[in-house]
């Protein structure tokens, strides 16, 4: 059965640290992991990773992806309170049926 | 700018009562899904469709159907709705070939009573 796994599942931390949110990742036919965000309404795209250790960036916030270990981290620094949202992991399943297989998600809570 | 719209965004029904959830996409994806969303338990795949006419059976079928008659709309129905299929429904779609990066709707959030 295909697998995604978040950790942790929760977080607080207060505004100015780091945090490194992580997924893990036993499938079939891997293509790609995909990392969303989620404020209150719909998840919105961040990153696609498909090859090992190169690093997405988008201002704050980067991923990369190391296949060997099937996991990859997310890392957004000098966090604000507009960060605060569940953050999901998914794994895009390539085959004859492609589909996404989506972590739990973490929440992350940034206080001021 | 690009949209997946949700008709219904807040819906009370009761135990035994069929459900329709519409959902319309307006930027031509040949690919369009549907997921709930439950405290716990992330998102998980309902039903998915390729293909106008076509539809597959994700991870949690069981009690829904879907029907794509238009390449724009995906439908989902719960022929006779329980109290455990109380949930936040999202629907997605995406470009045939990349059913990595997804475009959400807002959600429906469902209570059966």
């Known amino acids: 059965e295909d697998k995604v796994v978040q950790s942790p599942l929760s977080l607080v931390v207060h505004e100015g640290d780091t945090v490194t949110l992580n997924c893990s990742y036993e499938?079939?036919?891997?293509?790609?992991l995909l990392w969303y965000k989620q404020e209150k309404k719909a998840p919105t795209f961040l990153f696609m990773l498909?090859?090992?250790?190169i690093e997405k960036k988008s201002g704050r916030l980067s991923s990369i992806l190391d296949k060997k270990e099937l996991s990859s981290i997310l890392n957004i620094t000098a966090t604000q309170t507009g960060d605060s949202a569940i953050y999901l992991c998914?794994?895009?399943?390539?085959?004859?049926?492609?589909?996404?297989?989506f972590g739990k998600g973490t929440k992350l809570t940034v206080n001021p | 700018d690009v949209k997946v719209t949700q008709s219904s965004r807040y819906l009370v029904k009761r135990t035994g009562e069929k459900v329709f959830l519409e959902c319309v996409q307006d930027?031509?994806?040949?690919?369009m899904f549907w997921y709930r969303q439950d405290p716990g338990l992330g998102l998980r795949l309902i039903y998915f469709?390729?293909?106008?006419?076509?539809?597959e059976k994700g991870d949690i079928p069981e009690g829904y159907s879907v029907s794509r008659e238009k390449k724009e709309r995906f439908s989902l129905i719960l022929e006779s709705a329980s109290t455990n299929q109380t949930s936040m429904y999202l629907c997605?779609?995406?470009?045939?070939?990349?059913?990595?990066?997804?475009?959400f709707g807002e959600g429906s959030r469902l209570t059966v009573l």
């Open positions: 469709s390729y293909d106008v006419k076509m539809k």
């Open positions: 930027m031509d994806h040949e690919n």
């Open positions: 499938v079939t036919n891997f293509r790609s």
């Open positions: 998914a794994v895009w399943i390539q085959g004859g049926s492609e589909k996404l297989v």
């Open positions: 997605a779609s995406s470009l045939a070939g990349d059913a990595g990066e997804l475009f």
């Open positions: 498909t090859s090992s250790g």
